[in-house]
């Protein structure tokens, strides 16, 4: 079984850089310059943002589907940077170094299992994950903070 896993498009966030730290603020986000590498994972890249990097903090609707399970949660997003475009399969270095939580829902939007693993071993969780018809798609989230990283369909 093959999976994808999708990063989040640049064009989403590009306007919030030219925002006021104001501006920001009555969003709910925040501008901000990492002091210290890796712990600022960009949405985008899917990459840890490097020291000296400007993000933008910010609270992201995840799971906009109409469930119990609609969701959103703080993510980083980094200045200037392109969207990631993995390949089949591939999972980046970003989530590789944590522990991730694996969140399985069904076309309902149903949360129906969800499980904790080394990044190391995500690949082969989501393989298994997806063997089940009733798995429609996924979604990663950083296990200790419990941000939102990455969502994961099956490959076409």
């Known amino acids: 079984?093959?999976?994808?896993?999708?990063?989040?498009?640049a064009e989403d966030f590009a306007d919030l850089f030219?925002?006021?730290?104001?501006?920001?603020?009555?969003m709910n986000a925040c501008?901000?310059?990492v002091q210290s590498s890796p712990g600022t994972p960009c949405r985008v890249s899917m990459a840890d943002a490097k020291v000296g990097e400007t993000v933008i903090l910010l609270n992201y609707e995840h799971q906009t589907a109409n469930s119990p399970y609609k969701a959103t949660h703080a993510i980083f997003v980094r200045e200037g940077v392109s969207q990631a475009h993995l390949a089949v399969g591939e999972v980046p270095e970003v989530l590789?170094?944590?522990i991730i939580s694996l969140?399985?829902?069904?076309r309902n939007h149903m949360m129906i299992d969800a499980v904790v693993v080394q990044g190391e071993d995500l690949a082969d969780a989501i393989n298994i994950a997806f063997e089940s018809e009733r798995v429609a798609?996924?979604?990663?989230?950083?296990?200790k903070p419990g941000c939102f990283a990455?969502?994961?369909?099956?490959?076409e």
Not at 18 to 26: E, H, V
Not at 103 to 106: C, I, S
Not at 150 to 155: E, L, M, N
């Open 96 to 98: 590789r170094s944590r």
């Open 103 to 106: 969140r399985l829902f069904d």
């Open 137 to 143: 798609y996924a979604h990663l989230h950083n296990a």
């Open 31 to 33: 501008r901000q310059v």
């Open 1 to 9: 079984m093959s999976f994808q896993i999708h990063s989040l498009p």
């Open 150 to 155: 990455a969502s994961v369909t099956r490959a």
């Open 18 to 26: 030219t925002l006021s730290d104001t501006d920001l603020a009555n």
